[in-house]
Protein backbone atom coordinates (compact mmCIF):
# COMPACT_ATOMS: atom_id res chain seq x y z
CA UNK A 1 0.00 0.00 0.00
CA UNK A 2 1.16 3.13 -1.15
CA UNK A 3 2.06 5.94 2.12
CA UNK A 4 -0.85 8.98 2.27
CA UNK A 5 2.13 11.07 3.08
CA UNK A 6 4.49 12.67 0.03
CA UNK A 7 8.35 11.28 1.04
CA UNK A 8 10.76 13.56 1.63
CA UNK A 9 13.95 12.01 2.03
CA UNK A 10 16.70 13.32 3.71
CA UNK A 11 20.64 12.69 3.68
CA UNK A 12 21.83 13.61 6.74
CA UNK A 13 25.80 13.29 7.18
CA UNK A 14 29.25 14.35 9.32
CA UNK A 15 32.19 13.37 10.67
CA UNK A 16 33.62 11.58 13.98
CA UNK A 17 32.19 13.46 16.92
CA UNK A 18 30.09 16.48 14.99
CA UNK A 19 26.96 15.61 16.19
CA UNK A 20 25.58 13.76 13.57
CA UNK A 21 23.65 10.84 15.89
CA UNK A 22 22.13 13.47 18.18
CA UNK A 23 20.45 15.59 15.28
CA UNK A 24 19.16 12.13 14.08
CA UNK A 25 18.14 11.52 17.54
CA UNK A 26 16.43 14.89 17.43
CA UNK A 27 14.75 14.81 14.52
CA UNK A 28 13.05 11.41 15.36
CA UNK A 29 11.80 13.12 18.26
CA UNK A 30 10.25 15.52 16.15
CA UNK A 31 8.59 13.38 13.64
CA UNK A 32 10.53 11.87 11.26
CA UNK A 33 11.78 8.55 10.46
CA UNK A 34 15.30 7.99 10.56
CA UNK A 35 16.93 4.97 9.37
CA UNK A 36 20.92 4.36 10.51
CA UNK A 37 22.84 2.56 7.43
CA UNK A 38 24.70 1.04 9.64
CA UNK A 39 21.59 -0.66 10.56
CA UNK A 40 20.67 -1.59 6.80
CA UNK A 41 24.20 -2.88 6.07
CA UNK A 42 24.24 -5.03 9.57
CA UNK A 43 20.61 -6.77 8.31
CA UNK A 44 21.48 -6.84 4.59
CA UNK A 45 24.80 -9.30 5.91
CA UNK A 46 22.26 -11.58 7.60
CA UNK A 47 21.79 -14.92 6.44
CA UNK A 48 20.05 -15.04 2.57
CA UNK A 49 20.54 -11.76 2.09
CA UNK A 50 22.06 -9.91 -0.61
CA UNK A 51 24.97 -8.49 0.84
CA UNK A 52 26.26 -11.62 2.54
CA UNK A 53 25.71 -13.23 -0.67
CA UNK A 54 27.43 -10.48 -1.98
CA UNK A 55 30.66 -11.05 0.56
CA UNK A 56 30.93 -14.62 -0.40
CA UNK A 57 30.95 -14.20 -4.28
CA UNK A 58 33.83 -11.32 -3.47
CA UNK A 59 35.75 -13.48 -0.88
CA UNK A 60 34.39 -16.60 -0.28
CA UNK A 61 32.25 -18.66 1.87
CA UNK A 62 35.24 -18.65 4.89
CA UNK A 63 34.05 -14.90 5.55
CA UNK A 64 30.63 -15.97 6.86
CA UNK A 65 29.91 -17.73 9.99
CA UNK A 66 27.52 -20.81 10.54
CA UNK A 67 24.40 -19.25 10.34
CA UNK A 68 25.50 -17.94 6.58
CA UNK A 69 25.63 -14.34 7.90
CA UNK A 70 28.46 -12.35 7.54
CA UNK A 71 31.76 -12.68 10.00
CA UNK A 72 31.78 -9.05 10.33
CA UNK A 73 35.29 -9.09 12.05
CA UNK A 74 36.49 -11.53 9.98
CA UNK A 75 35.70 -9.61 7.16
CA UNK A 76 36.97 -6.40 8.77
CA UNK A 77 40.31 -7.93 8.55
CA UNK A 78 40.34 -8.63 5.04
CA UNK A 79 38.88 -5.37 3.69
CA UNK A 80 41.01 -2.45 5.96
CA UNK A 81 44.51 -4.16 5.35
CA UNK A 82 43.92 -4.04 1.63
CA UNK A 83 42.29 -1.26 -0.12
CA UNK A 84 41.31 -2.83 -3.50
CA UNK A 85 39.19 -5.28 -1.30
CA UNK A 86 37.55 -2.84 0.68
CA UNK A 87 36.80 -0.93 -2.94
CA UNK A 88 35.26 -4.11 -4.19
CA UNK A 89 33.18 -4.30 -1.13
CA UNK A 90 31.47 -0.91 -1.10
CA UNK A 91 30.97 -0.85 -4.72
CA UNK A 92 28.90 -4.06 -4.02
CA UNK A 93 27.40 -2.94 -1.13
CA UNK A 94 26.38 0.86 -1.46
CA UNK A 95 24.34 0.08 -4.03
CA UNK A 96 22.49 -2.15 -2.12
CA UNK A 97 21.83 -0.15 0.82
CA UNK A 98 20.07 2.82 -1.61
CA UNK A 99 17.59 0.06 -2.82
CA UNK A 100 16.71 -0.90 0.77
CA UNK A 101 16.77 2.51 1.84
CA UNK A 102 14.46 3.92 -1.38
CA UNK A 103 11.79 0.56 -0.24
CA UNK A 104 11.61 2.07 2.93
CA UNK A 105 11.13 5.63 1.96
CA UNK A 106 8.61 4.46 -0.25
CA UNK A 107 6.59 2.41 2.16
CA UNK A 108 7.08 4.94 4.98
CA UNK A 109 5.84 8.16 3.45
CA UNK A 110 6.52 11.34 5.47
CA UNK A 111 10.44 13.06 6.25
CA UNK A 112 12.42 9.86 6.16
CA UNK A 113 15.95 10.69 6.95
CA UNK A 114 19.30 7.98 6.12
CA UNK A 115 22.18 9.20 8.79
CA UNK A 116 25.19 7.79 7.02
CA UNK A 117 28.92 8.88 7.55
CA UNK A 118 30.20 8.38 4.33
CA UNK A 119 27.03 9.71 2.25
CA UNK A 120 28.46 11.87 0.09
CA UNK A 121 31.71 10.17 -0.37
CA UNK A 122 29.47 6.58 -1.79
CA UNK A 123 27.92 8.88 -4.31
CA UNK A 124 24.47 8.82 -2.23
CA UNK A 125 23.62 12.15 -2.45
CA UNK A 126 21.18 12.34 -5.76
CA UNK A 127 19.00 9.86 -4.10
CA UNK A 128 17.80 12.67 -1.44
CA UNK A 129 15.53 15.64 -1.48
CA UNK A 130 17.57 17.44 0.72
CA UNK A 131 21.18 17.03 2.01
CA UNK A 132 22.40 17.91 5.39
CA UNK A 133 25.55 17.40 6.94
CA UNK A 134 26.64 18.25 10.72
CA UNK A 135 30.02 20.12 11.20
CA UNK A 136 31.99 21.27 13.96
CA UNK A 137 35.35 22.63 14.46
CA UNK A 138 38.09 19.67 14.43
CA UNK A 139 39.54 20.48 17.99
CA UNK A 140 36.08 20.28 19.55
CA UNK A 141 35.38 17.32 18.22
CA UNK A 142 38.90 15.46 19.05
CA UNK A 143 37.67 16.87 22.54
CA UNK A 144 34.08 15.05 22.30
CA UNK A 145 36.05 11.74 21.08
CA UNK A 146 38.33 11.70 23.59
CA UNK A 147 35.32 12.75 26.39
CA UNK A 148 33.83 9.20 25.10
CA UNK A 149 36.77 7.47 25.88
CA UNK A 150 38.45 7.62 22.76
CA UNK A 151 42.44 8.08 22.48
CA UNK A 152 43.14 11.56 21.00
CA UNK A 153 46.05 9.80 18.86
CA UNK A 154 42.92 7.58 17.49
CA UNK A 155 40.65 10.47 17.23
CA UNK A 156 42.94 12.53 15.13
CA UNK A 157 44.29 9.37 12.92
CA UNK A 158 40.04 8.47 12.51
CA UNK A 159 39.67 12.33 11.26
CA UNK A 160 42.37 12.68 9.31
CA UNK A 161 41.59 9.66 7.39
CA UNK A 162 37.72 10.98 7.44
CA UNK A 163 39.04 14.03 5.43
CA UNK A 164 39.10 17.81 5.24
CA UNK A 165 34.87 17.85 5.08
CA UNK A 166 35.32 19.91 2.19
CA UNK A 167 33.19 17.28 -0.25
CA UNK A 168 30.19 17.10 2.46
CA UNK A 169 29.92 20.78 2.71
CA UNK A 170 30.26 21.06 -1.07
CA UNK A 171 27.32 18.49 -1.23
CA UNK A 172 25.08 19.73 1.30
CA UNK A 173 21.86 21.67 1.01
CA UNK A 174 22.30 22.77 4.26
CA UNK A 175 25.30 22.79 7.38
CA UNK A 176 24.46 22.46 10.72
CA UNK A 177 27.39 24.14 12.75
CA UNK A 178 27.35 22.49 15.77
CA UNK A 179 30.57 23.98 17.86
CA UNK A 180 28.12 25.34 20.81
CA UNK A 181 25.92 23.39 23.27
CA UNK A 182 23.16 21.05 23.25
CA UNK A 183 20.93 23.54 23.59
CA UNK A 184 22.07 25.55 20.73
CA UNK A 185 22.09 22.28 18.66
CA UNK A 186 18.58 21.97 19.65
CA UNK A 187 17.65 25.27 18.22
CA UNK A 188 19.30 24.68 14.85
CA UNK A 189 17.22 21.65 14.62
CA UNK A 190 13.98 23.35 15.82
CA UNK A 191 14.66 25.58 12.46
CA UNK A 192 15.21 22.37 10.31
CA UNK A 193 12.28 20.36 11.69
CA UNK A 194 10.23 23.70 11.19
CA UNK A 195 11.70 24.14 7.33
CA UNK A 196 10.38 20.58 6.57
CA UNK A 197 6.90 20.69 8.34
CA UNK A 198 8.03 18.82 11.72
CA UNK A 199 7.33 19.34 14.78
CA UNK A 200 9.61 21.93 16.41
CA UNK A 201 10.09 20.40 20.12
CA UNK A 202 10.84 17.21 21.37
CA UNK A 203 8.65 14.48 23.12
Given at each position: MSPERPTLRVGLTGGLAGGKSTVARLLSERGATVVDADRLVAELYEPGEPGAQAVAELFGDRLLDERGAVD?????????????????????????VRQRFAALARETGGIVVLEATLLVEAGYSPDF????????????RVRRAIGRGMDEAAARARLAAQGSGDARRAAADRI??????????????????????????GG
Open positions: RPALAQVVFSDPEARRRLEAAIHPLDLVVSVEADEEVIENDGDLADLERSVDELARELGLGAC
